[in-house]
């Protein structure tokens, strides 16, 4: 969306990939797309959650270690100290396509899948941080 304006504040663990050619990391048409939806930047729509939150502008960046030789390397941005203890996590998957990471995908064209980092677990443990009242 052009705009984000929750209620109330909202929790956010985004994952992108840098090579996804169907929902462009910077936005517009994927290359692949086949809709030629042209989506908001990824930078774009963090920082409408970002703002709604009331995180901070500034993000602790970190660099995952890579355990898995695969051509991906991950780097996470975590926005905190938001309204109610609302955070804005993005994982940035340079190398990654449009796949689930952690889960081996089978169709080629849809890009690389990171063995790095495993989402299942990542989105696991930040539903029950953020657990909702």
């Given at each position: 969306a052009e705009t984000c304006s929750p209620d109330r504040p909202v929790p956010v663990c985004h994952f992108h990939?840098?090579?996804?050619?169907?929902?462009a990391y910077d936005g517009g048409p994927g290359k692949r797309s086949l809709s030629r939806t042209r989506f908001y930047s990824v930078q774009h729509s963090l920082g409408q959650w970002?703002?709604?939150?009331?995180?901070?502008?500034?993000?602790?960046?970190?660099?995952?270690?890579?355990?898995?030789?695969?051509?991906?390397?991950?780097?996470?941005?975590?926005?905190?100290?938001?309204?109610?203890?609302?955070?804005?996590?993005?994982?940035?998957?340079?190398?990654?396509?449009?796949?689930?990471p952690g889960q081996p995908t089978r169709i080629k064209f849809l890009g690389k899948t990171t063995g790095n980092l495993d989402a299942n677990e990542v989105m696991w443990a930040f539903f029950e941080e953020h657990a909702r009242d």
């Open positions: 990939g840098t090579d996804d050619e169907f929902a970002i703002k709604a939150n009331g995180c901070r502008d500034t993000p602790k960046v970190t660099e995952l270690p890579a355990e898995v030789d695969d051509g991906t390397k991950i780097v996470r941005y975590e926005y905190a100290a938001g309204k109610r203890g609302a955070e804005v996590v993005h994982y940035k998957i340079i190398g990654g396509g449009h796949t689930w």
